[in-house]
């Protein structure tokens, strides 16, 4: 893209996906999203992104949902396993892990080997801030503008979003809350109050005077957003065949583009499971096709 694609999109855009030096990430990934500039979109869904959980569980006829549960241990139990969670005993002959990979190393490591652990342990997390600027009247009712960046490397802030375009229903009628997602190398240095400040003098850079806001909510990580490093992807696909029969995972640390992608990485590792299970059963043919739905 030369120098002034760079510093214009490039940095921009993945300083506000992943908030850290590109230099940080997957080459891969750099190239996967370079690719993908087009189909940013800033839509949620009407009710909050808690709905895609509502539209799973509808579209899961059958489902037997355990809420506030946590698996606690998963054991050997004949061909298949035994997961304990809150005083109960679950028997399963197949199951997808998605919880964090710490969280998966913990819960396999009396089931698979040492390496196997060190790879979900070795993800690495960057320190994460994002803060709601909110006002009761909106001071900028006919912006046209929805995100700003700031294209200014020196910034320690990466993107400010109208909620009020991203996500109407999320803000009261004739108000307005601005999103402000900062870089994490500047954090380090930073306080609760300084990144307060910092999101304030955003807003007002990105879209004009406005006056002081209704509530400031700082939300601050620090473990915040996991990082696909270079050879992250390799490492994490070789998992899949280290796996004991049976256990599959998923999660956003293998694809880190969003929700879509992470709820894809679930739906991979359960066609895996379900293929698994269908050639276990006597009669049936491996290579039969399984469908969504």
Avoid at 120 to 134: D, F, I, K, P
Avoid at 253 to 268: D, K, M, R
């Amino acid at each position: 893209l030369g120098d002034k694609g760079t510093d214009y999109i490039t940095v921009p855009y993945m300083g506000f996906l992943y908030a850290v030096p590109m230099t940080w990430l997957s080459t891969s990934l750099f190239q996967a999203i370079v690719q993908q500039f087009y189909k940013l979109s800033l839509s949620v869904p009407p009710r909050g992104m808690g709905q895609i959980c509502d539209w799973l569980i509808e579209g899961t006829p059958g489902l037997a949902l355990h809420l506030s549960s946590p698996a606690e241990s998963i054991t050997r139990s004949g061909a298949g396993y035994t997961v304990h969670s809150s005083g109960q005993a679950y028997e399963v002959d197949a199951m997808v892990l998605a919880p964090e990979p710490g969280v998966s190393a913990d819960l396999l490591q009396d089931l698979v080997s040492g390496a196997v652990t060190a790879k979900l342990r070795g993800c690495r997390y960057s320190e994460y801030a994002h803060v709601q600027v909110c006002y009761e009247k909106n001071p900028w009712p006919n912006s046209a503008v929805s995100l700003a960046l700031p294209a200014n490397q020196n910034a320690g802030w990466g993107a400010a979003v109208l909620q009020s375009h991203r996500h109407p229903h999320a803000v009261p009628e004739g108000g307005e809350a601005v999103g402000v997602y900062f870089y994490t190398r500047p954090l380090a240095h930073m306080t609760d109050e300084d990144i307060t400040l910092a999101a304030v003098n955003a807003v007002t850079e990105a879209y004009g005077p406005a006056p002081e806001p209704r509530f400031v909510q700082v939300f601050h990580y620090k473990r915040g957003l996991s990082i696909a490093g270079p050879g992250h992807y390799a490492t994490m696909n070789s998992l899949h065949t280290e796996l004991p029969d049976g256990i599959f995972l998923a999660g956003y640390y293998f694809a880190h583009a969003g929700v879509e992608a992470a709820i894809f990485s679930g739906e991979l590792a359960a066609n895996r499971l379900a293929r698994e299970s269908v050639w276990k059963v006597p009669g049936v043919v491996p290579g039969l096709k399984i469908r969504r739905g």
